[in-house]
């Protein structure tokens, strides 16, 4: 279904061209001043230089012909020269049935889907998660799920960080804690235990340790490299270990990304592009690409347009060992494989733009990836705290994100009691319902590539731009259309009234903006366009709901058409906030 921008265009195009103008003058916009009118068109103004005349003149001319056009009700011509416009109650109402009678409100999805590949979460295992990921995996999901809406096959990768220093730093922490343990044995030849020689919280304390210990201790550091690259070369020992660090932090992750009502199609890792590696270098070597500098192995990445630096992308390091640009390439090479994508999509702190540029223009330079496949950057500011600088702990460290995800739970609770008298069991529901909103709204409606600051008062207040707001307005609506089924009224075969009063009409408006949105969220990957609008569509009901008797409007007509907008603005928001990852409690 055609946007309504497109609509109404198209209707100033032909009357341009009856005035005897070019009909490319007549492009329609919203109002900047919806004092004045709901749409205009500057067109005029720009037709003036082309036919040597004052735009009023040709404004009039064009407002001449409108006249007759049943879509408006008012058409003005006004200096210097634009066209004002409103549109007529059935010519509206016409637009809201289709939307209302179709699946996706009016969105032409695509007619071929692109397969395409999301790179999000990218969490590390074994270290615990921190508010870092949480953006990645909020932002990404809202991605993949504005992609599926929009008729892609999509496919969502963690990509787990399982392949680096890490893990050698574990390993080397286990063995100065327990030499004896068979993993590290160049001799032992049997089978190792099948049960880890850890538990999740021991794994969660020994990262953190060797992490800090191999920042002072020079030796300690090299044996951890080591480690690293015997578990890239496959030795048996290390890979068992290996297996016992994956096996206890994956089911922990899987746990903390439920919550999150974040979801993945492939739990792959950096890992996994182990075996497309040789391939891959020995490509790079064949066609002189890849050179050796400094023992390191490189390809030159650099283009003349360039005004950053852009130094050469490291393929191996001098020992050989893979770094974090290897196993990017390589999964590149390793989706090109078995998926074959039209595009691939990365989620990922915009600090890491330098490497993505690199990883990026390596693969197409050596053919790892063809000029036919799209690989975008989604890069992500960071989340601050109310001092401006990145989140922390009370005490200064690193914030967790399940701490995180506990304080916001506690802080919605605490809300939701004292708004009404409501069971414990049934407030913590609630409150877990609404607090993700809460975490996830206040980060999507942002725009991701900005910083942004995370205010747990702000981001749970039942007011203003927030998530809680959005949820609190589907339930009023969810209240008053169950009232009304309840009493015996059925929501079908109602009709929207022709001649809205001010708030419903400007309500209106508002919801026919639904496929235009959502096609632009799709295009920029920007999931806070989709919040501006649910944001502006609650409001407007709002603004309405307060200035109208619903269930006590006593013209039946005029109550069912309110009932028919209320049922249309519900499906909506619901289907806004579906896209974005969260959904809304029946109760608030
Ligand atoms: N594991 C990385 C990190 O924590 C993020 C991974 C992003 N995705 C990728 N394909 N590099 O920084």
Redesign the pocket.
Known sequence: MKTILDIISEHLSEAFVSAGYDGKYGRASVSNRPDLCEFQCNGALAAAKEYKKAPIMIAQDVAGVLKDDDAFDEISAVAPGFLNLRLNGPFLTGYLDRMAADEKFGLTVKDKPDTTVI??????VAKPLHV??LR?AIIGEAVKRIMLYMGDEVTGDI???DWGLQMGLIMTELRHREPDLPYFDEDFEGEYPSEPPFTLSELEEIYPAASARSKNDEEYKEEAMNDTFLLQQGDRGRSALWKHIMNVSIPDLKKNYEKLNVSFDLWKG?SDAKPYIDGMVSMMKDTGLAYESQGALVVDVKEETDSKEMPPCMILKSDGAAL?TT??LA?IAERKKLIDPARMV????KR?EM??VQ?FRCARKTGVIGEDVKLDFLGFGTMNGADGKPFKTRDGGVMRLEALLDDINEEMYKKIRDNHEVDEDEARATASVVALAAVKYGDLSNQATKDYIFDIDKFTSFEGNTGPYILYTIVRIKSILNKFTGDGGSLEGLEFNTSPVDTEKALMLELIRFNQVIASAYEELAPHKICAYIYDVANAFNRFYHENRILNEENAARKAGFLKLLDLTKRLLETGIDILGFSAPEKM
């Not at 790179?119 to 590390?124: A, E, I």
């Open positions: 790179d999000y979460g990218g969490p590390n870092g990921h990645s990509h787990l960080g950096e974090y196993t990017d999964t990365y989620v990922a702190d890491q490497h993505f990883v």
